[in-house]
């Protein structure tokens, strides 16, 4: 070993921007130490076993543009990677829309009448341009028309935010599903899909066998086995820096305990950014805690459920865009992959909820929480109560950066704070505060640590800022 490799490299989070830099210092010969608030790695994805059927937090497909990423996922799952043929679709109004949307399934549940108005509104909006372009409102409205906006975009999109689209940044929509517009489902009816096809509009993707965890259980695997070490159930509660250094972390067990003092040579966090801004001490100046505090994150609660029910739908997930109930988004686990079931003759779901901590569902008990969620799937025709065996609940806090009109300035100023550490990186979806999918998290974990390792400048604020990844 070098002397460099005795440094002491701490890592903040063990999801996956945090497993992806420690796998990759430790393949370099490092021995970084993860302090992890949860019970396991994975972050978001991480797969839960529930009496023998396995659950993520929500969906994560392996899919990707970059090379690196896809070499990791081979080397590290092999052929216990699936390829999966993507279904999924929109439920509104007691019909389903694919997604996403094509040109005849959408007039044809539509009727004449209703495919005649959304077309106009469109071509009157594309003319007009009657939107406010730095809205998510506006951007839509401009890009597919009021009709087709109010219908797919406006209620999904403000049950996740619980904010009125004109409120959110356009860059929302720039990001998450630029390349679609009425005239391309058009296109796509008449021609086909051609050329650069925007990513995550793929017809098939990579899927762990047993699901994203275990991915991440394995590269926990290699770099415990090189001497990387982990600590979960506890987490940092202050940052200490001195002389432009952070110089050592107080951790302490989650809920209770002693705070330890560990002390660093380097430090990289996947910490929501405001969260990390506003644990430093001595305290940033007021104008960067002020920023901080503007910056919000939604929370994400995921009902699970165990179905005495074979078949419920076809799709891996389902948007519900219905606004009589709260229920975001449905996934079907057996249908990402046969292993996440126990037995095939049922079939586990796990129904997805936007909330925030003073939310009433967020506070909800769990059991009135799973009947809850099995009233709305009867309201909107999924399953019966009859057909429930058994459910829990997974709450998760920090998951969705809301783009506010003013996230960007607010980020900037943290940005330009951070800067005076020598020995400080973010990283991951909440420590870039920006809504990414999990390779472009690992990814960014990867060039951290090849930052440290000298084989940079690589701009980790810059991952996913011009690829097509798309969808909420």
Not at 134 to 156: A, D, P, Q, S, V
């Amino acid at each position: 070993m070098t002397a460099r490799q005795h440094d002491k490299l701490l890592i903040l989070g063990a999801g996956p921007a945090g497993i992806g830099c420690a796998y990759t210092l430790a393949e370099s010969g490092y021995a970084p130490r993860l302090i992890e608030k949860e019970r396991e790695v994975g972050g978001l994805c991480r797969t839960l076993d529930y009496h023998g059927y396995l659950f993520d937090i929500g969906g994560h497909r392996f899919l990707t543009k970059s090379k690196e990423v896809n070499r990791l996922w081979s080397k590290v799952m092999g052929s216990d990677m699936l390829r999966v043929s993507r279904l999924s679709r929109i439920y509104y109004k007691k019909k389903f829309y694919n997604y996403p949307l094509s040109f005849f399934n959408t007039f044809w549940n539509f009727g004449l009448i209703e495919g005649l108005l959304c077309v106009a509104s469109y071509f009157w909006c594309k003319l007009f341009k009657p939107g406010d372009e730095l809205t998510f409102e506006g951007w839509i409205t401009n890009h597919f028309g009021k009709r087709l906006y109010e219908i797919f975009f406006k209620t999904y999109t403000e049950k996740v935010w619980a904010v009125p689209c004109r409120d959110i940044s356009a860059n929302w929509a720039k990001q998450r599903i630029r390349g679609l517009s009425l005239k391309v489902a058009i296109q796509n009816a008449v021609m086909g899909m051609k050329g650069n096809r925007p990513k995550t509009l793929a017809d098939n993707f990579l899927y762990p066998r047993k699901g994203p965890g275990e991915f991440y259980h394995r590269m926990q695997a290699v770099i415990e086995a090189k001497g990387g070490q982990f600590l979960f159930g506890h987490e940092a509660v202050k940052i200490h820096h001195q002389n432009d250094k952070i110089v050592s972390v107080e951790v302490e067990k989650c809920g209770n305990g002693r705070p330890e003092i560990a002390g660093l040579d380097y430090l990289f966090s996947s910490l929501p950014l405001p969260v990390l801004v506003q644990r430093l001490c001595p305290a940033p100046p007021a104008h960067v805690i002020a920023a901080a505090k503007k910056m919000h994150f939604r929370n994400f609660m995921i009902v699970n459920v165990i179905l005495d029910k074979e078949q419920v739908f076809p799709d891996q997930w389902i948007y519900v865009h219905s606004p009589e109930v709260k229920l975001g988004r449905i996934q079907n686990y057996k249908n990402w992959s046969p292993s996440m079931v126990m037995d095939l003759r049922k079939t586990s779901l796990g129904l997805e909820y936007f909330c925030d901590v003073d939310d009433e569902l967020w506070g909800m008990n769990d059991i009135d929480l799973i009947h809850r969620a099995i009233s709305e799937l009867e309201k909107i025709g999924i399953v019966s109560r009859s057909h429930l065996i058994d459910g829990f609940v997974v709450r998760q806090s920090d998951v969705y950066p809301v783009y506010s009109l003013d996230y960007q300035e607010n980020i900037q100023v943290l940005k330009d704070y951070l800067k005076m550490f020598s020995n400080l990186q973010t990283m991951g979806r909440a420590g870039l505060f920006r809504y990414d999918n999990s390779d472009h998290a690992l990814l960014t974990g990867i060039y951290a640590a090849k930052n440290y390792l000298g084989d940079g400048p690589l701009d980790l604020w810059q991952v996913n800022t011009d690829e097509n990844y798309l969808e909420a």
